[in-house]
């Protein structure tokens, strides 16, 4: 993908937090095609959860998390070495996840923040992106993305590991 074709999402996005009704959002939450957003189906459940996470109204930026990575390809090991040092306090744990792109919710201004910086992290040359660089400058696509600007901004993306520790989803042993 080239040009607007990879930031077409971000750009329909900000296009639309800063219209006049977007103005009007406190909370933003976003869901990619097929993602579904889990949940008691409450608003008020909704927002007290991304709260909990710091993504409060002016808060922070909290992304889904998935095991494997993708840069807009698989991460190099070079990638993952570099998140590795970047992150220390993230890989600490066996198997942390990454941030995953189909899933981001926070306070308008973390959302805007986001796509602003994403926009122009895919605008400007590599070199003016370090992040980008770091990471072996891949063609990020919006998951890439993503995860450069968590590694780029660590106090303002929080990727949201899954709290189920049983990756088996069937809690019957003999199904």
């Known amino acids: 993908m080239r040009g ?7 750009h329909m ?3 639309y937090l800063l219209s006049e009704e977007g103005r009007r959002w406190h909370t933003v939450v976003y869901a990619d095609a097929l993602d579904v957003i889990a949940g008691t189906g409450s608003e008020q459940a909704l927002r007290e959860t991304l709260r909990r996470l710091g993504a409060g109204d002016g808060g922070q930026l909290v992304a889904s998390a998935e095991p494997a990575c993708w840069l807009g390809e698989a991460c190099s ?25 189909g899933q981001y919710a926070g306070g308008r201004s973390a959302v805007l923040r986001y796509v602003e910086w994403a926009i122009g992290a895919l605008e400007k040359p590599a070199a003016s992106t370090p992040i980008r660089a770091a990471l072996g400058d ?13 590694l780029s901004h660590p106090l303002g993306t929080v990727a949201n590991p899954n709290p189920n520790p049983n990756p088996n989803p069937n809690p019957n042993p003999n199904p």
């Open 138 to 150: 891949p063609a990020l696509d919006d998951q890439g993305l993503l995860i450069a600007y968590w």
């Open 77 to 101: 090991v070079s990638a993952v070495r570099t998140m590795r040092r970047l992150r220390p306090e993230h890989f600490g744990t066996p198997h942390a996840p990454f941030p995953c792109s």
């Open 13 to 15: 996005i900000r296009e």
């Open 4 to 10: 607007l074709q990879r930031t077409r999402k971000l």
